[in-house]
């Protein structure tokens, strides 16, 4: 009897094995600097691992065996980068019951504080920004929620426009244009989906949000944005801005 009830369990999909992958800090170092949806050689994950560049190859080779990244060869030159949304979105839901290390400097608390305030999450926005325009969404009509998540009103969206951005090419791929994902820093839904990505595309094409460092998931709303934000989507400057005090504690780490 015990050894069918095992047989049918072992049947499903074998999660210990990508549990396993994840297990290892080095690798999961790795995964999550993917998360930016950035491709990255191998030398640089290295280095943000503090593994040296062979170590590192060997974890990536695992990671791409297993479907968790993909890489790209340009020449004799390999970059790596996630395998899909799918995977950022394994990843975040991981985050949200995954324990916070306290910071140990200063430096790594103005790094989380900004990290909760705007970030990416693969190729949408996360933190405050993205929980706060997923709340404008519902409240507009433009998407609504469901037993299953978060659907799109189609003709609404397209009688309003939000960023001029026409939904429908959305529509077309096998990614869903919009649905729900948990933000692990605050605890509620943000946006994701094609949709999202293109909402994103379009804050960044605006020079509303700009990433202060080149390949990190952080992102900062610069003052055009702040107005732009408000605009559009009603989001008072409060909701995102830095205070004096973050600036100053910005200025002392770097």
């Known amino acids: 009897m015990t050894r069918t009830v095992e047989n049918r369990i072992d049947a499903g999909p074998d999660i210990a094995a990508v549990a396993g992958l994840l297990g290892d800090r080095t690798r999961a170092t790795m995964v999550k600097a993917l998360v930016a949806d950035r491709a990255m050689p191998a030398s640089e994950l290295a280095a943000l691992s503090g593994v040296s560049r062979p170590t590192a190859s060997e974890h990536l080779a695992r990671l791409v065996e297993h479907g968790i990244v993909s ?75 469901t037993g299953d998540g978060l659907e799109l009103d189609v003709p609404v969206w397209q009688d309003l426009r939000p960023l001029d951005i026409d939904c429908r090419p959305s529509l077309k791929g096998r990614r869903p244009a919009i649905r729900a994902c948990v933000d692990w820093s605050e605890r509620r839904h943000h946006v994701a989906g094609s949709l999202a990505g293109a909402i994103t595309h379009r804050l960044f094409e605006l020079g509303w949000i700009v990433r202060p460092r080149d390949g990190e998931r952080v992102v900062k709303v610069t003052d055009e944005g702040f107005d732009g934000l408000a605009q559009s989507f009603g989001l008072p400057a409060s909701v995102l801005r830095t205070d004096a005090a973050d600036e100053e504690r910005g200025a002392a780490s770097s």
């Open 71 to 145: 890489v790209e060869r340009c020449g004799r030159h390999a970059y790596y980068r996630l395998a899909g949304p799918e995977v950022a979105t394994a990843l975040e839901a991981l985050a949200v019951l995954a324990p916070i290390h306290p910071p140990r400097s200063l430096r790594s608390s103005f790094h989380l504080d900004n990290l909760r305030r705007a970030r990416t999450c693969y190729d949408h926005v996360a933190g405050r920004l993205g929980v706060a325009i997923a709340d404008v969404l519902q409240s507009r009509g433009l998407v609504r929620r």
